[in-house]
């Protein structure tokens, strides 16, 4: 296994709508496909592109960042005051690269590994599974 380039919008799809295009490359760098009093981006086409980058994930194999979240429900980084906090606990340097993995697909099941992972003889970062949901569980 080989580690992957992370393509966004741009690489994958061609679409004029830039909320669309948002919303796509907010599901690959690993941020829900919300944010608070931004206004900038319609909300609906935002969450369309994030659904369709999740879509290509899960039948593509694309390769995606996921930030782990804290234990409590609902709970998602978002930046505050030059950081990132949680939004729910406040917990503060949840932007940190070991709170996340990349998952990519290899063969017929998908991978998710740190993102200081080298390859599978050298690293120990890294689990796999049947969807990337059960590659990300596994880890």
């Known amino acids: 296994m080989r580690k992957v380039k992370i393509h966004f919008a741009q690489d994958l799809i061609i679409n004029k709508n830039r909320s669309i295009m948002a919303g796509f490359d907010m599901f690959i760098i690993g941020h829900p496909p919300i944010s608070y009093a931004d206004g900038f981006y319609d909300q609906n ?14 039948e593509n194999g694309i390769a995606f960042t996921y930030p782990f979240k804290c234990n409590q429900k609902g709970c998602y980084p978002f930046q505050y ?3 990132f906090v949680c939004n729910s606990c406040y917990r503060s340097g949840v932007d940190k690269d070991w709170w996340k ?11 998710c590994h740190g993102l200081d992972f080298v390859n599978l003889q050298e ?17």
């Open 81 to 83: 005051g030059g950081s």
């Open 45 to 58: 086409y935002r969450i369309e592109g994030y659904k369709y980058a999740q879509k290509m994930a899960e």
């Open 101 to 111: 993995i990349q998952v990519e697909k290899d063969g017929n099941e998908f991978c």
């Open 123 to 139: 690293s120990t970062n890294y689990a796999f599974g049947k969807s990337f949901s059960e590659a990300i569980s596994n880890y």
